[in-house]
């Protein structure tokens, strides 16, 4: 921070085109497949739409208070980005994307002015390429946006320090004052400042600050006042969800706080290479910030700011990084990479300065020196492209994110106009915020007919199409009647869905939707009980079927059966999906003579799907004695007891 500008000159034009890459790639990380990795759109993301969409409506303010309360400014910047691109996942990541693009630049120009060029440029490639804030940067929320203030607030107030001029510190407190209305762990940066102006005054710098530090606190106050007043008049906001997550609470320590506070203290320090979040949301589980490639360069980094901790940049990295790391010391799941982004990008530094130290090791040829610092960075640069691609590909991936909900928003946009469509509030009920955001932020639902199974449905025009979406897990028997009339039912479960408490993953919705019978050139009948009207095999993948089935129920007098599907190799069975006709969501006493209901079941292989070796059998049998249905011809003729479908 003391340093004269003429150690910071400027780079050459190789070092310009490396900035530039290095933002390109920045860009490239975050913007990438940005809607669907990861996939879905968690709660969290999705209440920032909705509140974006308040805003769009004219009801703007200064602290939202749903989903345990939340500050205004990436609400703000999403409301513009749903405003141009619609009301999308996209438009909701975009805000992060850009923010966490932009704090490259934030980040190069910091190290900048604390370090040099080289160092500066270094920073800015491990921003741009580390897993952490590639992540954040590619999540809707609010967390991104405090490194990009906390960087542009300390390189403001370097400058005002350097130029000791009243805009520039001005500037750098209306910056900081911006901090607050981005994420709660801002609240700590007071006693970083502090602690950074008491090292200051020991450093003998006490006129310097006397003359800036009031220009300072009045930029920082304009800006913080509209949010200052509303805490006046809602002070319980201002700490309520800091008092549920602390360790002061006796529900989060157990009573043992000074044994949560070592544990924690631990934890928190093993973020940097040993063990990461281990929240899948927040992280690919347990990955720590840096990766084994950076171990050196981290190391060397430490051991630089320890050696010059007199100089205020190295002490203020230092600083930096100890302090706000108590925000997730003095909290729940420590350590938890979204209470503790305050440490970014100061952390970014220590391994830019080991990196900066190899690229000068005199020991060492100049061309070798840089091709082992390019080569550290590329492989950090590959491992978390490794990373991200297979976490974002992870089952569970999607289940933390609520992958099934933005499904469910999507097939609702896809309903045919004249359709009555009825939606269960248990996915969403307006007055108590309670269900899946993601669905009225992605889905129009004007035209959409709320229901609860207790209170009744409004019965459909007569002939109107009808597509219900239910809670599978609720009352179901009001379906066949709300669509007694329908020639088909076609009867479709939802992708699979699983709380973070709950042990296993579930259906979110099943779908049942009136249709029309299509000719069939040859049922398949079994005994006269059930015909096999149609049937459709699709390769989703290597290892995975769908297999369609529209069954005919031709006769009363039959007990309960259960529908197989088996899929063989030459030595026998590989896998099956056992069923009622219809699915375990059409229920056997929903059956009527006559009745065409159309089901969908996958089959998972234990290896690739090959027809020239698999084959796929259907047939029915009684639960009770395991007795199979035999297959016949209009004469009686029994051709066998189940049906291949498949090769």
Not at 385 to 397: C, E, G, K, L, W
Not at 482 to 507: I, K, Q, S
């Amino acid at each position: 921070m003391h340093t004269p500008y003429k150690k910071h000159r400027s780079p050459s034009t190789f070092g310009w085109a490396l900035l530039l890459l290095a933002v390109a790639t920045a860009v490239f990380l975050r913007v990438y497949n940005l809607a669907n990795w990861p996939p879905g759109l968690y709660r969290d993301e999705a209440f920032n739409g909705l509140d974006a969409l308040h805003v769009l409506d004219g009801e703007p303010t200064v602290f939202f208070t749903a989903n345990n309360g939340r500050e205004p400014l990436y609400i703000m910047l999403t409301a513009l980005s749903v405003a141009l691109f619609g009301r999308t996942v996209l438009a909701v990541r975009l805000v992060a994307a850009v923010a966490g693009s932009l704090t490259t630049l934030l980040v190069y120009r910091l190290g900048l002015s604390w370090f040099g060029w080289r160092v500066g440029l270094l920073a800015a490639w491990l921003w741009a390429i580390t897993l952490w804030p590639v992540h954040l940067s590619r999540l809707g929320l609010r967390t991104i946006l405090l490194p990009a203030v906390l960087a542009l607030a300390f390189w403001l107030g370097t400058e005002a320090y350097r130029r000791n001029q009243p805009r520039w510190w001005l500037a750098a407190g209306a910056a900081y004052g911006l901090g607050f209305y981005t994420y709660l762990a801002i609240r700590f940066t007071p006693l970083l400042l502090l602690v950074l102006g008491a090292f200051l005054l020991w450093r003998g710098q006490r006129a310097r600050l006397r003359r800036g530090v009031g220009w300072f606190v009045l930029g920082t106050a304009v800006t913080l006042l509209p949010l200052a007043i509303f805490y006046l008049q809602n002070p319980d906001l201002l700490l309520g969800r800091t008092d549920q997550v602390s360790i002061l609470n006796p529900a989060i320590n157990h009573g043992d706080f000074w044994g949560t506070l070592w544990r924690h203290t631990w934890q928190s320090l093993g973020l940097f290479f040993w063990r990461g979040d281990t929240i899948l949301r927040h992280n690919p589980v347990g990955r720590p910030l840096f990766d084994w490639l950076m171990a050196v360069p981290f190391v060397l980094g430490v051991i630089w700011c320890l050696r010059h901790w007199r100089r205020p940049a190295a002490a203020a990295v230092l600083l930096w990084t100890t302090i706000m790391l108590g925000v997730t010391i003095l909290a729940e799941d420590a350590p938890h990479f979204l209470r503790a982004v305050g440490i970014l990008p100061a952390a970014i530094f220590v391994p830019a300065l080991g990196l900066a130290w190899l690229w000068r090791w005199p020991r060492l040829p100049q061309a070798v020196r840089g091709g082992l610092v390019a080569m550290l960075i590329l492989g950090s640069l590959l491992l978390s492209v490794r990373d991200y691609v297979n976490y974002s590909q992870q089952p569970d991936t999607a289940l933390l994110f609520e992958a099934a909900a933005a499904e469910l928003a999507e097939q609702l946009n896809k309903e045919m106009a004249g359709t009555a469509v009825y939606l269960d509030r248990w996915f969403w009920d307006e007055t108590t915020q309670k269900g899946w955001p993601s669905i009225p932020f992605l889905a129009d639902l004007d035209d959409v007919i709320f229901y609860r199974p207790e209170n009744g449905l409004p019965p459909a025009a007569p002939g109107q199409p009808i597509s219900l979406y239910a809670w599978p897990f609720g009352d179901l028997e009001f379906v066949p009647r709300l669509l007694a009339d329908a020639e088909m039912v076609v009867v479709r479960n939802g992708r699979l869905a699983r709380g973070d408490l709950e042990p296993e993953p579930y259906p979110l919705y099943v779908r049942y939707v009136s249709g029309a019978v299509l000719d069939s050139a040859q049922p398949i009948n079994f005994d006269n009980a059930f015909l096999l009207q149609s049937w459709a095999i699709i390769l989703l993948d290597a290892q995975t079927l769908q297999v369609d089935l529209i069954w005919q129920k031709t006769t009363d007098d039959l007990p309960n059966q259960i529908a197989f599907l088996h899929l063989l190799n030459n030595e026998g069975l590989l896998t099956q999906a056992d069923a009622p006709p219809g699915g375990i969501y059409w229920f056997p006493h929903w059956w009527q003579q006559g009745q065409v209901v159309h089901e969908q079941r996958n089959l998972t292989l234990p290896e690739p799907f090959d027809p020239a070796i698999h084959t796929i059998r259907v047939g029915l049998y009684d639960p009770a004695t395991l007795d199979r249905l035999p297959v016949i011809r209009d004469n009686g003729t029994v051709l066998g007891d189940g049906w291949q479908l498949a090769p």
